[in-house]
């Protein structure tokens, strides 16, 4: 009677555990499921921490049930009995011994792994790489191709097995670009342009998404990837080049407005637009691509430089 009682209430601890474990871990985890050289790297350092740290987590979370139990006062316990026990040296080594040792293994890890996977490192490969300028917007990403010449909204495709060379910016508050398949992500801010080097070594689409808080419509700001052999990114830059308007100025100045926006491409885009981007917020005269939202309020803006596109491209 007492023990089914007792029985009952460890499952009703036990359930929520079980069923967080049945929904999470059967479903596709996808940073778990890595299709280039980046995120396997950081899925292995992932695995790895897991383990280190499990190696004392779990036994303590055992024993901490096994004690309970055991030692708990009762009728005819024969559990041993030893209240004025302080001591052991062989407990003391161990239980300082086995941290110490996997604080170790997982600083060497770290260290190395910081080196090995610093974001703006070249990958080493045979292929050539291809650059991508993203650009965050509200709330939407620009993709310029600058050694194709084209760009696109909120679609990214990549050459298979090439090395991409993104550089990162923002025209919008902090975002963060994160295509979790590929690798990690990468913050995306005004006046600055991060690298991140990533591939794909598998065909196929992979997700990608803003992860970092920007507002209303920051939900939407998820984009494909596209990860397709040589010949038929080819293809689909001729066909851009062939079939999409150009982008303008005046065209990017009505995408840096505050709107959501389906997949859209561009057969070309203004000179130096990412660069303006990145140092119109780095530098004082601006390069006539301010939407005056971000501006100064009226009264203190006559002393700053009048945005003029007449510099442009310089
Ligand atoms: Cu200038």
Known sequence: MKLSKAYKRLALVAMPIVLLLMTGCTNNIIVLDPKGPIAEQQRDLMVISTILGSIVVVPVLIMTAVII???RDREGRKAAYTPRWEHS???????????????LALGVITVKGTYALEPSKPLESEQKEITVQVTSLNWKWLFQYPEQGIATINELKIPNGVPVRFEITADSPMNSFWIPQLGGQMYAMSGMAMTLYLQADEEGEYWGSGANFTGRHFADMYFDVESMSQEEFDQWVDEIKATSPALTLDGYKKLVEPSTSQVLAFSSFPDQLFEMTVTKYATSHNHGLSTGKQDKPQGQQEEEEEPSMDHMGH
Not at 89 to 103: D, F, N, Q, S, V
């Open 69 to 71: 139990w055991r030692y």
């Open 89 to 103: 040296t062989k407990l003391e080594i161990i239980w300082w011994g086995i941290p110490i040792i996997i604080i």
